[in-house]
């Protein structure tokens, strides 16, 4: 069964742009979550979503979104980049809900912002 | 508000010797517990996890906590330290609420 794979593994962005993340779960998954990974914060839960709602949401601002589809994909943006956004992101899946299940993580996107 | 202490940014143990690393929780009730690691360029990978149940949790690769409640601990140990466990490993905790908080991290180096 193939695991969790996170598109693109490398992006540069400039400050100022927006940047579109994407996860595919592993197939039957229906939870996906995110997280990034920094030096200084080390790592951060951005959100949770299942069944295409978001169940939970860290201490982000309002310029991190995501969503999911119907076929338990996710997606994650991030508007008006700024410097401190550089980071490892790192998408996970699950089974169930998050509490319930192991999580299954993806390799990251490494975002650079410029 | 809930926290995980890791301490120790860096460990370093002989190949063969004990690996001890430490972890601490705070939260007002138990917490689910998590260990993962890392390696290099990889995302992360489930080492062992503590729902309810018996305290002493054995994981993949060898690997195994204990969950003490009076010492708000959950130490994670491996009898015999593998070059292969040269990696960075995260303690992490899960409240009722579904929120995960991490710790730092702990980079493991194992010496020949």
């Known amino acids: 069964k193939a695991g969790v794979t996170q598109t693109p593994r490398y992006l540069i962005k400039t400050r100022g742009q927006q940047v579109t993340l994407s996860c595919s779960p592993i197939?039957?998954?229906?939870?996906v979550s995110w997280y990034q990974q920094t030096p200084g914060q080390g790592l951060q839960f951005l959100f949770e979503?299942?069944?295409?709602?978001?169940?939970n949401k860290g201490n982000f601002p309002g310029r991190f979104s995501g969503r999911q589809f119907s076929n338990s994909r996710s997606e994650m943006n991030v508007s008006t980049l700024e410097l401190g956004d550089s980071a490892l992101y790192l998408c996970?899946?699950?089974?169930?809900?998050?509490?319930?299940?192991?999580?299954?993580f993806g390799p990251g996107t490494r975002l650079t912002v410029l | 508000a809930q926290s995980v202490t890791q301490l120790g940014s860096h460990v370093s143990v002989s190949e063969g010797a004990l690996v001890l690393l430490r972890c601490n929780y705070s939260?007002?009730?138990?917490?689910?517990l998590f260990w993962y690691v890392q390696y290099p360029n990889q995302g992360l990978q489930l080492l062992l996890k503590?729902?309810?149940?018996?305290?002493l949790v054995k994981g993949i690769n060898g690997f195994e906590a204990e969950f003490k409640k009076s010492e708000t601990s959950f130490h994670l140990t491996k009898p015999s330290a593998h070059m292969s466990d040269a990696a960075e490993y995260f303690c992490?905790?899960?409240?009722?609420?579904?929120?995960?908080?991490f710790g730092k991290g702990t980079r493991l180096h194992i010496l020949p």
């Open positions: 996970a899946s699950s089974l169930g809900q998050l509490s319930a299940d192991t999580q299954y």
């Open positions: 197939s039957g998954h229906r939870s």
């Open positions: 979503y299942f069944s295409e709602t978001q169940r």
């Open positions: 939260s007002s009730v138990p917490p689910y």
């Open positions: 503590y729902t309810t149940g018996a305290t």
């Open positions: 992490a905790s899960m409240n009722r609420d579904d929120k995960i908080i």
